[in-house]
């Protein structure tokens, strides 16, 4: 089944709505999506990081507001 859309005629609350229809799609069955390479190296970097003790894991609603303050 082939859709074309048309980008340029939709505002951007159109695009959202799209996006988040399409990820609820997609996540339905997430064996189907492919996991860049790229993502499993950066992940067993950063367990491995833990790990050692170089790095931490923190609390979304900390991350949220340091990410806040940092862009002030």
Known sequence: M???LQLEKMDTAEKLKLMEALW??????????PIPDWHVSTLSERE??????????SEWGE???RLREETR
């Not at 609820?24 to 999506?33: F, G, R």
């Not at 491995?48 to 894991?57: E, H, T, Y």
């Open 2 to 4: 082939s859709h074309i």
């Open 63 to 65: 991350v949220k507001e």
């Open 48 to 57: 491995q990081q833990v790990k050692n003790g170089q790095a931490k894991f």
């Open 24 to 33: 609820a799609d997609l996540s339905k069955d997430p064996a189907d999506v």
